[in-house]
């Protein structure tokens, strides 16, 4: 369905990333991976998704706090491929504090990473997608997104002004066959939040899928998380012609968390 295409996704060696990226190759995607992992991790990863799947992939592990590190990880893409026709904003980290106590370099990197790093990829991949009329960006919000929780003040900021990021590039490029969207998750099965289960588990005394559902029940009503797979094919769809006409939202996938 993507032949041909060239899909990049940031923070996609793990998680929901890599999920998206292998949904993506899948359906026949070029794919050029991004995260954390050494040269030689990457390589291989990369490596094994072109075995795997018959696709084009590349690693690339530039680091999102620096704009200029984003631009030679842009221009690397362009180089290569000659295009950009997908665009996935998906790096992101956390930090918990409350905000008299909030460290401000934790800050700057939340807000870096998460908001501004997208602000530059797309900088970047707008006027290739205009060229071409066509392009798909979905910028990986979350449900904190949408609503505020204690203690994530730079999260929150973050990813409120990821989805507001979001609405103002659909408007803008409305007129040249793209679409731009945010998906926001609620509780995601990442080894993430595996790890915010065991710590509950070991404080509340109980069994770990106890400690999921009273983690998760707390804010969902659909008690489940949701699998990282199925936000791969969630993107998928954003970029097929069925999803032609979604454009500048911010789409919750999150046990109806914010349905309350």
Same mark, same amino acid.
């Given at each position: 369905m993507l032949k041909g295409k060239v899909a990049v996704l940031t923070g996609s060696t793990s998680g929901i990333g890599l999920a998206a990226a292998?949904?993506?190759?899948?359906?026949?995607?070029?794919?050029?991976?991004?995260?954390?992992l050494d040269d030689a991790e990457g390589e291989n990863l990369a490596a094994d998704f072109s075995r795997t799947y018959g696709v084009d992939c590349i690693f690339d592990?530039?680091?999102?706090?620096?704009?200029?590190?984003?631009?030679?990880?842009?221009?690397?893409?362009?180089?290569?491929?000659?295009?950009?026709?997908?665009l996935v904003n998906n790096a992101g980290i956390q930090?918990?504090?409350q905000i008299g106590a909030f460290p401000n370099d934790k800050w700057? !990197? &939340?807000?870096?990473?998460?908001?501004?790093?997208?602000?530059?990829?797309?900088? =970047?991949?707008i006027p290739v997608?205009?060229?071409?009329?066509?392009?798909?960006?979905?910028?990986?919000?979350?449900?904190?997104?949408?609503?505020?929780?204690?203690?994530?003040s730079a999260y929150c900021a973050s990813k409120h002004g990821l989805v507001g990021l979001t609405k103002v590039a659909a408007l803008e490029n409305a007129g040249f066959g793209m679409t731009v969207n945010a998906i926001c998750p609620g509780w995601v099965d990442t080894p993430l939040?595996?790890?915010q289960v065991e710590r509950l588990a070991q404080q509340n005394g109980v069994s770990v899928n106890e400690a999921k559902k009273q983690l998760v029940g707390a804010k969902q009503p659909i008690s489940e998380m949701v699998?990282?797979? !199925? &936000?791969?094919?969630?993107?998928?769809?954003?970029?097929?012609?069925?999803?032609? =006409?979604?454009?500048?939202?911010?789409?919750?996938?999150?046990?109806?968390?914010?349905?309350?």
């Open positions: 292998h949904s993506l190759a899948k359906n026949n995607a070029h794919i050029v991976l991004h995260g954390l592990g530039a680091d999102l706090r620096d704009p200029q590190a984003i631009d030679r990880f842009m221009d690397r893409v362009i180089s290569r491929f000659g295009c950009i026709d997908i930090y918990t504090e700057n !990197d &939340i807000l870096a990473i998460n908001l501004s790093a997208a602000f530059h990829t797309m900088q =970047r991949a997608m205009r060229d071409q009329n066509w392009g798909r960006i979905i910028n990986m919000a979350s449900v904190h997104g949408l609503v505020g929780s204690i203690n994530k939040a595996g790890a699998k990282p797979s !199925d &936000i791969g094919d969630f993107v998928v769809f954003l970029c097929t012609a069925g999803a032609s =006409r979604i454009s500048g939202s911010a789409l919750p996938i999150d046990g109806a968390w914010t349905a309350q």
